[in-house]
Every structure is written in C-alpha cells, then in structure tokens.
C-alpha cells in the first residue's frame, strides 16, 4: 500500500521559534491534507490542498502541495504554546465531491514547546 | 451542533474478550470511517460506510473485526476475540461529500 514518510517525528522548540514539517511519498497524491491531534482529541483539519503548487496559508501555518504531487510541507510561525500536539499529514485522491476514501496519514510530527 | 461522538473513550479488556466501540457521526453525514492509530505509528483506515453499505472495507485487519451502521445512523466496530495487537486508539470520522473529516475523539482500547 501507499506510505507517507513524515518528518521529523519530533520537535522540541522555544516558544517564538519557526517550524517546519514535511511528507513526502513515492506515490502521487492529488490531495495534500494536514490535521492537528490535542490530547484526548480527535484530529482536526489544519489546511487541505488541491493543486500541485498550491501554497495556503491559515494564520501562522502555511502548507504547500508539492509541484511533483510527493510531497507537502508545513509551516508553522512564531509558535504558541497552543501549537503543541501531534500533526499529521494525509495524501488523498481526487477529493471533490467524493467524499474521502483512501485516505493515507502519516505517522505524525509531535511538536513540543519548552518554556 | 454535536461533533462525531464516540463511546467508550477507553476500555482496558483481557485477551480473548470482546469489545464493542460505538460511533455517532455529525447528523446528516452519509460517510462514516473507521480508522485506527497503534501508539507511535500512522492512522490506518479500516473501512468506510455510505450510509448503511460498506464502501468499503479493504483496511479491516482480520475476521475479528465487525462493524455494522443499521439504519446508517449509529455503527459500531466490536472487536471478537480481541488480540493484544488490538490495543490502540480507534477513531470514528464523518463527512458530507466535501472531502473534509471530522474526527471523534477516540475510543482507546487496552488490551492485557
């Protein structure tokens, strides 16, 4: 089956500080998605991307689909501490209108901020 | 409006009982998926209903495994004999036909 290689598997930062996580994949994807694990909670969707190239911005993330459809990464700016938890990135086929079947996640990039 | 909720967020059973997970997905959402994450490794999808049908069920990891949606509101994933390889967070997600997940919370089984 399709793997996703997600790196790192863990941050530890300063508050304030950048980050940067990425995927990438021996396999195309159409669908570039990056979710957010609280503790205790269920992954939330950070940003979802369509189109190779595509760079999006929500707040302080940033994520780009790569132009080669095998990679994605995603940015992260001036930390909070409410940035830490787990993110996940998921490659997809084409996801419009067709619900979100085959979806492959990586197995997560754990961000901790130290004081 | 309620979120995915999921029932129980944790269960700790002995090898060879049986557990049963529930999930309510958003009101109004045909697709349902089931999804399992074993500590420190990927979120692995195990099927994925449109309403009451199996879409499909490639990722389900053995016979061991049930899940069923009557009515294709509510579904369930009982897990019979359970094995100690069972032990992870399961994870319950809903959709309309955007493409966008909405993940419950997780039920957390332990297996001794």
């Known amino acids: 089956g399709q793997q996703l290689n997600q790196s790192p598997q863990s941050m530890f930062i300063q508050e304030g500080e950048d980050v940067s996580m990425n995927c990438t994949s021996s396999s195309i994807f159409n669908t570039w998605l990056w979710y957010k694990q609280d503790p205790g909670e269920g992954p939330v969707l950070l940003i979802a991307l369509y189109k190779a190239g595509e760079l999006t911005s929500n707040g302080r993330l940033t994520a780009q689909f790569g132009i080669t459809r095998k990679d994605s990464f995603l940015n992260i700016s001036a930390s909070i501490p409410s940035d830490v938890g787990i993110y996940f990135c998921a490659g997809g086929p084409y996801l419009s209108g067709g619900g979100a079947d085959g979806l492959t996640f990586g197995k997560g990039t754990h961000l901790i901020i130290q004081p | 409006e309620a979120g995915v909720t999921q029932f129980p967020s944790h269960s700790v059973i002995e090898k060879g009982q049986t557990v049963t997970l529930r999930c309510d997905p958003i009101s109004g959402h045909d697709n349902l998926y089931w999804y399992r994450r074993v500590m420190g490794k990927e979120i692995k999808f195990l099927l994925h209903?449109?309403?009451?049908?199996?879409?499909?069920e490639s990722g389900m990891p053995n016979n061991r495994f049930l899940a069923e949606r009557t009515g294709g509101t509510y579904s369930t994933l009982k897990v019979q004999p359970a094995e100690l390889e069972d032990s992870g967070v399961y994870f319950c997600?809903?959709?309309?036909?955007?493409?966008?997940?909405?993940f419950g919370e997780g039920s957390r089984l332990t297996v001794l």
């Open positions: 997600a809903s959709s309309q036909n955007t493409g966008e997940l909405f």
């Open positions: 209903f449109v309403k009451e049908s199996k879409q499909d």
